[in-house]
């Protein structure tokens, strides 16, 4: 029996994930398999029984909006991962049934993100509030980068996007659009949300967002001379750390 990983999401058409993971395989020479599996709705029972059913399934990616829902299903989480508060690699074992989470989203990011940094970018906006989010602030702590949340209701710890225009965005001078606003698919209520006029030449924008290539985000960094950048690199990164997790 082949070993079998795979994707748990809701809206899985815009993944690039099971390509990247098939490519890999055939690079390797490795005999396996990598499935998308969308799930209406997440809870112990249904994803347990989907497990046990799928007694191939040896390792897991989650994405939105799973990553904090799914820690409930857990038997174990990784330090840093729990500290996030959300997971997005699922390593599985059986005889019996053990679901350990881990975040390689944080991992990845950083190191994507790093060679951009200019000794004049010094604080940032991160636009959202999931799972993908809270990896990317624990990265900005780890790399002492002073952040605002923006969310678009008001919760504790963030600001709203109406917000933004009482800031300096001389200081504000990262953006990090972890949202998935402007993904093929899904709504870009980014484009009324953020008041892109307000941004500054130099500005380092970095959507997470790699579907498409060049997101409109991104373009209005371009038209403001700003440094852009998408997120295949960051895929690339977490899927590879997942993969070290899956076999380590």
């Not at 046990?52 to 409930?72: F, H, M, Q, R, W």
């Not at 997971?87 to 350990?100: A, E, G, Q, S, Y």
Request: overall charge neutral; aromatic content about 12%.
């Amino acid at each position: 029996m082949n070993a079998v990983y795979g994707l748990v999401g809701k809206t899985l058409k815009h993944s690039f994930s099971q390509k990247l993971f098939n490519k890999i395989f055939a690079d390797n020479k490795i005999v396996a398999e990598y499935h998308l599996y969308e799930f209406s709705q997440l809870d112990i029972v249904s994803f347990r029984n989907f497990l046990a059913d799928n007694e191939a399934v040896v390792g897991l990616n989650v994405t939105i909006p799973y990553k904090k829902i799914i820690i409930s299903v857990l038997d174990g989480i990784s330090d840093d991962a729990a500290e996030i508060g959300a997971v997005n690699c699922l390593k599985i074992m059986r005889n019996p049934l053990n679901i350990i989470g881990f975040n390689t989203d944080w991992s990845a990011f950083e190191q994507s993100f790093t060679p951009l940094l200019q000794p004049y970018h010094c604080k940032a906006l991160i636009l959202g509030t999931g799972g993908v989010s809270k990896a990317v602030s624990y990265a900005l702590d780890k790399l002492n980068i002073p952040y605002l949340l923006v969310s678009r209701s008001r919760r504790k710890g963030s600001i709203c996007y109406d917000e933004l225009n009482e800031l300096n965005f001389n200081d504000y001078n990262i953006i990090i659009n972890a949202t998935p606003c402007g993904m093929t698919g899904f709504t870009n209520e980014l484009e009324t949300l953020f008041p892109f006029d307000k941004i500054v030449q130099g500005t380092l924008m970095y959507d997470l967002v790699y579907n498409p290539d060049v997101t409109f985000f991104m373009l209005e960094g371009m038209k403001r001379s700003c440094i852009v950048k998408n997120g295949l690199e960051m895929l690339n990164l977490q899927a590879l750390g997942s993969w070290k997790i899956w076999n380590g």
